[in-house]
């Protein structure tokens, strides 16, 4: 497999789409791009034409889309908007959690990363706590010293992967939060391992079970198949180099979306096959 830059996307005059900071982005089912502000969601049609913004409320840091709603992780919370910025609610108070970073639905079930107690949370849609994903081999919590939790769901599957940059791997948990499976390690040479402190930082799922993950110092994204097994790495000259905490997002056509948060942009990248693949 190989990714191919092929856009970016951006403001007025190729400058930044916030003014302020681009937290994170999440493709729906019809292929539109969401892009999350501090305070904003930009919507972008599936051929990446500006259709709508609104307001939202809070210090946001996390942004999910399902077939109904858009899930924003907040500091102390979660809200949930209808897909055309309309608040339908809170659906976990300040009460509960700290900073979150990082959301995932997977059948009935809410997953929540918590950055502030290093900590992956189940809930049901409706905010309640169903249970703890990683708790027995994290006993002092997950580590990342980027202060980003990041995870995704693996729907062939029924499990949720999470970027865990402290250990410089990959870690797939079941919906019980036992671990079933962990790959990656710290390297400095090879191009399928984890350099720096910390990497990897952030993470997504294709449908097909394609694993793509984002690293810092240098940025880039490298892709794995799902059962760990290197695949590609982009180039470094993409992003900013000095801009960390990528944000991933596939969807269903190919495309893989990163953000940019030093830049303030969206990069487009397409997923195709070697050769070699296509006659196999």
């Given at each position: 497999m190989h990714l191919s830059h092929v856009a970016?996307?951006?403001?007025?005059?190729?400058?930044?789409?916030?003014?302020?900071?681009?937290?994170?982005?999440?493709?729906?089912a019809h292929d539109r791009l969401f892009v999350l502000g501090a305070k904003r969601v930009q919507r972008y049609s599936s051929d990446r034409t500006p259709e709508h913004e609104f307001s939202?409320?809070?210090?946001?840091?996390?942004?999910?889309?399902?077939?109904?709603?858009?899930?924003?992780?907040?500091?102390?919370?979660?809200?949930?908007?209808?897909?055309?910025?309309?608040?339908?609610?809170?659906?976990?108070?300040?009460?509960?959690?700290?900073?979150?970073?990082?959301?995932?639905?997977?059948?009935?079930?809410?997953?929540?990363?918590?950055?502030?107690?290093?900590?992956?949370?189940?809930?049901?849609?409706n905010g309640e706590r169903i249970g703890e994903i990683g708790a027995k081999v994290n006993r002092r919590g997950f580590m990342i010293p980027n202060g980003l939790l990041d995870l995704a769901r693996d729907p062939n599957d029924n499990?949720?992967?999470?970027?865990?940059?402290?250990?410089?791997?990959?870690?797939?948990?079941?919906?019980?939060?036992?671990?079933?499976?962990?790959?990656?390690r710290f390297g400095m040479h090879a191009p399928q391992d984890f350099g720096g402190c910390c990497n990897p930082t952030n993470i997504a799922t294709a449908a097909d079970g394609m694993i793509a993950v984002s690293e810092k110092a240098p940025p880039r994204i490298k892709l794995y198949d799902s059962k760990g097994q290197f695949q590609h790495v982009t180039d470094t000259d993409v992003f900013d180099p000095n801009t960390k905490n990528i944000d991933l997002a596939f969807d269903s056509r190919n495309?893989?979306?990163a953000s940019d948060p030093r830049r303030r942009v969206v990069e487009v990248f397409e997923l195709t096959r070697d050769e070699s693949e296509k006659s196999s």
């Open positions: 970016t996307i951006a403001g007025t005059n190729e400058g930044p789409l916030r003014a302020q900071r681009l937290a994170a982005i999440a493709v729906d939202v409320d809070g210090s946001c840091w996390s942004l999910l889309t399902d077939a109904d709603y858009l899930w924003i992780g907040l500091k102390g919370g979660i809200c949930r908007y209808d897909l055309s910025g309309e608040r339908v609610g809170t659906v976990i108070g300040s009460d509960h959690l700290g900073r979150v970073t990082a959301l995932a639905i997977l059948d009935d079930d809410l997953f929540v990363a918590d950055a502030t107690h290093r900590a992956i949370y189940r809930y049901s849609r499990t949720i992967v999470v970027a865990h940059s402290q250990k410089s791997r990959v870690e797939r948990y079941n919906l019980d939060g036992a671990l079933v499976d962990k790959w990656g495309h893989l979306y």
